[in-house]
């Protein structure tokens, strides 16, 4: 069962940590006036990443099914959200050596595929370009209404298979069912970055005249995120203590 819960806390964090590094390649782009191929990029690793789905979802499927306790299920909440938030934490202030990274992939990109390429700029880090900076992170560059909005949105899309989960121990006479609400807590959020953050931050990275909302929209949306991870982390350390007692 340990060896089980790992395998789950590591597959939800390496996907999570995949698609938040995935905001360098949009900034790369940017930055390097690639904005096709870093939007492109973005939505591969994105896409790659669904691959820890694989593991993720029937390793947490069996521990419900074995009848995992309550309190045993928070700890792997509790894990998840921490390595989660943590991480989060860490692109929103090293964004720039994400954007570094991918700019390097673009140049790689030039003769190779995808794949290839990451995979030679993963090896071979330090090979010599010119890379060009963004700004760093600041609290000025925050725009409350879209840090709120993508938090928002992140908090159903971080906890739509956990929630569901938790109902089918809750109630184990209908968990095949109640597991399937995922795409309906998933729903919510998917929504919500499909016709308003995403929109918004590809409008405002195609505007050549305007060198400043569009960095503000991606810490913005960054912070969204972290504050997600830190509202969920608070929430399941509640529950775990109360389990706990």
Partial sequence: MIILSCIAIFSFFIMHLIEMASFGSRVAGRVSNRIALGTTLQLSIVTISRFFLIPFLPVLGY??????????????????????????????????????????VFNNYEHKTIPIAILKTALFYGSEIELKSCEKFTFNRIVIKKTAAACFAY??????????????????????????????????????????????LSR?????????????????????????YFLALIVVSCYFLMQMI
């Fill in 63 to 104: 521990l419900v099914e074995s009848g995992i306790l309550m309190k045993d299920y928070f700890f792997i909440l509790l894990m998840t959200y921490l390595l989660c938030f943590c991480a989060s934490i860490f692109i929103l202030f090293k964004l720039n050596t994400f954007q570094y990274f991918f700019q390097k």
């Fill in 155 to 200: 908090l159903f899309l971080i906890s739509g298979f956990f929630i569901a989960f938790m109902f089918a121990i809750l109630y184990p006479e209908n968990r095949l069912t109640l597991s399937q609400f995922t795409a309906a807590f998933h729903g919510v959020g998917a929504v919500i970055v499909a016709v308003y953050i995403d929109p918004m």
């Fill in 204 to 228: 405002s990275i195609d505007l050549n005249n305007d060198n400043v909302s569009w960095l503000d929209n991606v810490y913005s949306i960054i912070l969204g995120r972290v504050l997600s």
